[in-house]
T-cell receptor, first 116, second 114 residues
Framework: EAGVAQSPRYKIIEKRQSVAFWCNPISGHATLYWYQQILGQGPKLLIQFQNNGVVDDSQLPKDRFSAERLKGVDSTLKIQPAKLEDSAVYLC??????????????FGEGSRLTVL | AQKVTQAQTEISVVEKEDVTLDCVYETRDTTYYLFWYKQPPSGELVFLIRRNSFDEQNEISGRYSWNFQKSTSSFNFTITASQVVDSAVYFCALRSTNAGKSTFGDGTTLTVKP
């Protein structure tokens, strides 16, 4: 079974530039998450999708961050314009939960963003 | 609101020592799940164990064991006879049954020295 795929693995940009990250979850997983992990901290949820609908985006800085999952499969997270404090690893995770037992999250390798 | 606290930021042990990682959580939910994940230097978080709020039975899996105590809102993780390959950051997470949202602690960095 293929895991969660993310790209790019690394990205360096200047502040005020834009960046986009892509995620392809495990096949059949209805729930997709984007987490931000700042160095030395635990992952912080940015947005959660159930199929192509948003379940929770309460911690997404909507003035600069956007995310979509148009066909209920892969997803894109965009930052525009980037700030220095956006430097972090952006983790995508998926879960097979669509109701019923709560399953674990399967994570991708992450996309490391450095904003200069 | 949910909160997960891992008070130990860093732990360093010598190989073959036993080590316990602490996790304390807060939630208003009556049903929830607790998890431990391991993040090795390569970066990818890997699932270790899940425990639901109804099941306080402790579990042992090889060198790993878990102690869940609902009365103290704790879900501690013990590695017996630690090995160098156990060196990683370990995260405790709490997941609401209703919304499926997972809240992570800030992790404990475990270093096992040869």
């Amino acid at each position: 079974e293929a895991g969660v795929a993310q790209s790019p693995r690394y990205k360096i940009i200047e502040k005020r530039q834009s960046v986009a990250f892509w995620c392809n979850p495990i096949s059949g997983h209805a729930t997709l998450y984007w987490y931000q992990q700042i160095l030395g901290q635990g992952p912080k949820l940015l947005i959660q999708f159930q199929n192509n609908g948003v379940v929770d985006d309460s911690q997404l800085p909507k003035d600069r961050f956007s995310a979509e999952r148009l066909k209920g499969v892969d997803s894109t997270l965009k930052i525009q314009p980037a700030k220095l404090e956006d430097s972090a690893v952006y983790l995508c995770a998926s879960s097979g939960l669509a109701g019923g037992p709560v399953g674990e999250l399967f994570f991708g390798e992450g996309s490391r963003l450095t904003v200069l | 609101a949910q909160k997960v606290t891992q008070a130990q930021t860093e732990i360093s042990v010598v190989e073959k020592e036993d080590v316990t990682l602490d996790c304390v959580y807060e939630t208003r939910d009556t049903t929830y799940y607790l998890f431990w994940y391991k993040q090795p230097p390569s970066g990818e978080l890997v699932f270790l164990i899940r425990r639901n709020s109804f099941d306080e039975q402790n579990e042992i899996s090889g060198r790993y064991s878990w102690n869940f105590q609902k009365s103290t809102s704790s879900f501690n993780f013990t590695i017996t006879a630690s090995q160098v390959v156990d060196s990683a950051v370990y995260f405790c997470a709490l997941r609401s049954t209703n919304a499926g949202k997972s809240t992570f602690g800030d992790g404990t960095t475990l270093t096992v020295k040869p």
